[in-house]
């Protein structure tokens, strides 16, 4: 990595459609473009791309999560259905923070 601001990362990420507060307190909007990880601080943006289709989205860390092992990203529906794996329900991803 070129700095120690600097972050990329590829795995698994899914979606879910959390309809109640977020871990930062916001409300949490299904059709927004946000996300849940462990550890990057609230507000972070980050580029999220599916290899498997190329296609990309920037997404807001707005909750922590997932809890379920082997993922390093929960998506919101609406970043999930930009990144075309709604029916499958989780894909791989590589994440980039931006900004």
């Keep these: 990595m070129a700095s120690s601001t600097a972050y990329a990362q590829c795995g ?3 979606w879910y459609a959390l309809t109640s507060k977020t871990a930062s307190g ?3 909007n299904p059709s927004g473009m ?5 550890s990057l601080p609230f507000g972070t943006k980050l580029k999220v791309s599916n290899p498997t289709n190329g296609r990309s989205v920037v997404v807001r860390i707005n909750d922590r999560g997932p809890f379920i092992r082997g993922r390093i ?12 794996f709604i029916r499958a ?4 991803v590589c994440l980039e923070k931006i900004g």
């Design 12 to 14: 698994r990420a899914s």
């Design 26 to 28: 916001e409300r949490m």
């Design 34 to 38: 946000t996300a849940a990880h462990r």
């Design 73 to 84: 990203l929960d998506l919101s529906k609406g970043a999930a259905s930009k990144l075309g």
């Design 89 to 92: 329900g989780h894909t791989n």
